[in-house]
């Protein structure tokens, strides 16, 4: 069972301003990471359905997180169908974020009262996820769906829409000023935050610094 609710979550996205995103197979690089992201100062954290057994490692981190950081709000990501939003909520995901708008996994969420994320591309799209329930809609991939100005051109007729763009966002003050002059709820961050020379060189210091920096930018510029 989740341990926040929707709204929660939602608030936090906000507060925050940043989602870190991340997969990797090793439990203990997981560990690490969260760690390192939670002592920056995130309290969103978005874990991806992207290798095999995914969902043991998630059930591990998740047991871990609620021990030792227990105010991070960790969810899960690249979830495509209803069967596996299920599988998730089963292990206590706090929320579900898709690359896709599929109804059947908004209904699944929405019968437990878990925040769900779909990918988005258009403003009929979006439109469509918030009929759907959906409080924070990802606008994916972020960059080439059109960016800041696309953000800036949505929220003109649907002030609003509360939305996370990932995909094309990077941890520089120049891109989250961008972003969240345009009006974005948060963003996601994934490989541009969490890179493979980070993870490789196990830099948890430098990650923490970077979260913690980003999240400073985020809440500077937020319009």
Known sequence: MARFSRIDVALTMRQTGIVPVFYHADPEICRQVLMACYRGGARVFEFTNRGDFAHEAFAELNRFCAAQAPEMIL??????????????????????????????????????????????GS??????????GAEV??????APVGGPSFVKGVLG????????????????????????QAGVHCVGLGSQLLTKEIIMNQDWFQLESLVKQSIEWAQQYRK
């Open 75 to 120: 969810g899960i990501g690249s979830i495509l169908d209803a069967p596996t939003a299920a599988l998730y909520l089963q292990l206590g995901a706090d929320f579900i974020v898709s690359p896709i708008l599929n109804p059947e996994v908004g209904r699944v969420c929405n019968r437990r009262k878990v925040a769900w994320s779909p990918g988005c």
């Open 123 to 132: 403003v009929t799209e979006i439109s469509q996820a918030e009929e759907l």
């Open 137 to 142: 809609v990802k606008i994916f991939p972020g």
């Open 157 to 180: 007729p649907m002030p609003w829409s509360s939305i996370m763009p990932t995909g094309g966002v990077t941890p520089t003050e120049e891109n989250l000023k961008s972003w969240f």
